[in-house]
């Protein structure tokens, strides 16, 4: 296991070595502008993306039967093509569109003609001008025949048997066979409409359109009522054909009928001629009919896609909300269809999504900028503050998007809870309170602004939750900037919830809903829902302490045990620096609180500030208590040097034990750039004449100087606490001239000029110093031996052991020798 340990550390070393060889991060990076435009951009399209509703660029792909991941609700109405309703509509349509049967007029004329023509050009063959042929020889006649045949039946369009041809040619095709089988063809004609077509059963039932070929005229037929018509119909479909009669003047007669018309006519127009002549001209007659009404299908379902396409399908509304399927479900076809109809609008509205997203977008940076241009002044470490707003807001409005979720899901489980009254228990304010306790008030007061206005968005702008977001967050983070215990999170909560309770009340009384069931259901959402945000930031609280350099009040507090570890070191090792920095601590609070500074950071940090004495507390005057002083065998810059690096190593112990960078911060600074005097004199005093000049910086602490009021008033307690001990007899007006003189020399010497007291302020703190310091320095009425006698046990008992008199400390450092306090 240490051999993985240490390989693990040398792999991480040469990769530390190696980034901070190669600089990866270009210039321009490393701008502070840069770097805050960087963030503010990330964060707005972030919260772009979070506010945006239900943007979509690349959906799933179902098919019916797959099954699904996730849950798929409507986040919109939108309507769904009922297919089978659409289908049924469309059949419905399609009852009403007639077949189309082309009628052709002249179709007797043209096979009467045809026929003519033929007899006529095999009339010529055997009755030529030019060459008498002799059609009785026989070679002569057989020449004839295989020719003129072919030609004929060409002409006519149909093929002769022998014993036709044999009888036309007996006949020596006779103009008057022609002309009577034309009659023949002429009289079929005239009964009526030739056709070879089945009418099925939709055409028998709804009729048929004849659509005159050579004027384009149609007419409606109604096959079985208006027109009486003798036609044949399918039946059942199976090609069993029956005969139907109807009663109208019109005939439409099957193709297969007319070898039974042939033959009736045939009595009237060839009754005299012989019965080869019948026979053969019915036959001519019935192989030249053809039909002249005629199914044009390529027509008629050009017609019933065009009714189709203008049937309007059939929709049904799925509502926003509604669940369109389950996780786990197996698609059906209304399943698909409904995600069809949900994807294929969120496709065209995909553009549209786009331009709120930009829309968003663009308002997010607006408002961040006017958040910083207002907040600006308020800021201390701009980075710093930056990220944890960015970060504060990005939580709220997770947290809120998670309320949405969660009300919608009670909503689902408990019906009889609107969903808009769950909303009333999401935690607005949490990021208001963050803000507040790890900020200030100011900030947060803009930031409940902010974000009240985003958090809009997720409810397509209705001003209600404006309004309630708004008045619980500015409430709530004027409240809990004054907290100083873990229970005040549930006393914020418990006034967050009474503020929510207002404000439903409020709302209600503006909807003109007071006395509604659904206020009363807010009212039990709003109250426990400041609660649950007071519950909230005490659990995030820690986490954000540890992830951002906040000292908070709650860490404070925790600090300031003086049964820490830390404390307990220094009672035991430096007990004089232990009660130096428990009587600082004592004035700077005070002070603190006189001139309106954080008295609590001021205490704390006076607590900590000479913990870096730990390191060697023999050479610190105050834990002197063997009387040998350390000093006396090293040289005065040597001496200045361990003194010095009191303020370093308390840094290192701070970082150690982690205390935070403001209290840090204080530690570095409560000497500011002094000079440690004591030992600076002495070094003058002991100088060697052959040595020109003496450095001042050797004596000098490295600073910097206080950058705020309570490190100021940190510095000021150190001195005149330690300056105070020197008084031979602290009379108070002795004591209020120490004091006075003392912050007027730090004054003087510029040590206060970096940071925001003033002379008003110093003022202030001379006063509280100085009562203060009487009070430690009380005098005390001498006890009669006897009771001292009597009461001495039980002193000693409670610790309360008078002072030693402040004759006894006639031989320490002047007061100027802040590094020997």
């Known amino acids: ?142 020449e004839l025949s295989r020719q003129t045949r072919k030609d004929f039946e060409k002409a006519l369009g149909i093929t002769l048997t022998d014993d036709e041809f044999n009888i036309l040619r007996k006949y020596m095709f006779s103009p008057e066979v022609a002309s009577k089988t034309s009659k023949l063809i002429t009289a079929v004609y005239d009964t009526g409409l030739i056709t070879d077509a089945t009418f099925p059963r939709y055409d028998i039932d709804r009729g048929i359109i004849i659509r005159d070929v050579r004027t384009q005229n149609e007419i409606s037929v109604l096959l079985e009522e208006v027109p009486f018509l003798h036609i044949r119909k399918e039946k059942g479909g ?173 909503n689902r489980a408990f019906p009889f809870l609107p969903t808009e009254a769950c909303f009333f228990v999401i935690p607005f304010a949490v990021g208001a309170m963050l803000v507040g306790i790890f900020m200030n008030r100011n900030i947060a007061f803009i930031f409940s602004v902010f974000l009240s206005f985003l958090i809009t968005f997720l409810f397509d702008g209705k001003m209600t939750m404006f309004l309630f977001s708004f008045f619980g967050s500015v409430a709530v983070s004027y409240h809990v900037v004054a907290y100083r215990q873990r229970s005040a999170f549930f006393r914020t909560g418990l006034f967050l919830g009474a503020i929510n309770g207002m404000t439903i009340v409020f709302l209600s009384l503006l909807s003109g809903s007071i006395a509604s069931m659904d206020t009363i259901i807010k009212l039990f959402m709003g109250i426990p829902g400041g609660i649950v945000a007071g519950i909230i ?42 009660h130096h920095s428990i009587i600082v601590a004592s004035m700077v609070e005070a002070a603190a609180d006189a001139i309106g500074a954080n008295s609590l950071m001021a205490k704390v940090s006076a607590f900590y500030h000479d913990i870096g004495k730990m390191k060697k507390p023999q050479y610190f005057i105050e834990n002197q208590q063997s009387g040998e002083n350390k000093h006396d065998k090293l040289s005065p810059k040597m001496s200045s040097l361990v003194i010095i690096s009191h303020v370093k190593d308390g840094c290192e112990l701070a970082n150690k034990i982690k205390l935070g960078p403001e209290i840090i911060n204080i530690i570095k600074q409560h000497h500011g750039t002094s000079l440690v005097n004591y030992f600076y004199d002495k070094a003058k005093k002991d100088r060697d004449p052959s040595i020109r000049s003496l450095s001042e910086s050797d004596f000098q602490y490295p600073g910097p100087k206080p950058q705020t009021k309570e490190a100021g008033l940190v510095l000021l307690g150190d001195v005149v606490e330690a300056s105070s001990r020197t008084l031979s007899n602290p009379a108070p007006s002795r004591i209020n001239h120490l004091v006075r003189e003392r912050i007027e020399r730090i004054f003087m010497d510029g040590q206060l000029d970096e940071c925001e007291l003033t002379l008003r302020d110093l003022n202030k703190i001379a006063e509280t110093f100085a009562r203060i310091l009487n009070g430690i320095f009380h005098h005390r009425i001498d006890y009669p031996d006897s009771i001292i006698r009597d009461n001495g046990s039980r002193k000693l008992n409670n610790g309360n052991i008078d002072r030693k008199s402040a004759e006894k400390n006639k031989d320490r450092p002047p007061a100027g020798a802040a590094g020997t306090k």
Not at 4 to 10: E, G
Not at 544 to 560: C, H, M, R, S, V
């Open 537 to 578: 930031v005490a659990g995030i609280t820690p986490l954000f302490e540890a992830l951002f350099p906040y000292t908070t009040d709650i860490k404070l507090l925790e600090l300031a045990n003086l049964n820490r570890p830390v404390f307990q070191r220094m009672i035991m090792e430096a007990p004089g620096t232990y």
């Open 238 to 410: 199976e090609g069993l054909l029956e005969t139907w009669e109807g009663r109208g003047p019109a005939k439409i007669w099957h193709l297969e009928d007319v070898e039974t018309i042939l033959r009736k006519r045939a009595k009237t127009i060839l009754g005299r001629d012989q019965e080869e002549i019948k026979k053969v001209a019915v036959s001519l007659a019935k192989r030249l009919i053809q039909p002249n009404l005629t199914f044009n299908r390529d027509a008629t379902e050009k017609r019933k896609q065009i009714t189709m396409a203008g049937v309007k399908p059939v929709y049904f509304q799925v509502q926003k909300n509604e669940m369109i399927v389950r996780e786990g479900e197996k698609i059906s076809r209304t399943d698909l269809d409904k995600l069809e109809a949900f994807y294929k609008i969120e496709g065209e509205r995909r553009l549209s999504s786009l331009s709120i997203f930009l829309g968003i977008f663009l308002t997010i940076i607006f408002l961040t900028i006017i958040f910083f241009h207002l907040a600006r002044n308020w800021l201390k470490k701009i980075k710093v503050d930056i990220l944890f707003l960015s970060a504060t807001a990005l939580l709220q409005v997770l947290l809120v998007r998670a309320g949405i979720f969660i009300s919608e899901a009670i």
């Open 1 to 142: 296991m240490n051999f993985i340990v240490i390989i693990t550390n040398n792999i991480l070393n040469i990769f530390k070595r190696t980034a901070n060889r190669i600089n990866i991060v270009p210039e321009f990076a490393r701008n502070t502008v840069f770097q805050r435009w960087g963030i503010g951009i990330c964060l707005s399209f972030i919260l772009s993306l979070l506010l945006t509703p239900h943007i979509h660029f690349i959906h799933p792909h179902y098919k019916v039967g797959s099954i699904v991941s996730k849950d798929i609700k409507a986040d919109r109405d939108f309507l769904v093509e009922d297919r089978v309703s659409t289908d049924q509509k469309r059949m419905e349509t399609l009852k009403g569109t007639m077949s189309l049967y082309d009628y052709d007029s002249d179709t007797a004329s043209q096979l009467t003609a045809n026929l003519n023509n033929a007899f006529s050009l095999i009339g010529k063959a055997y009755h030529g001008k030019d060459k008498l042929i002799d059609v009785t020889s026989q070679v002569g006649g057989q």
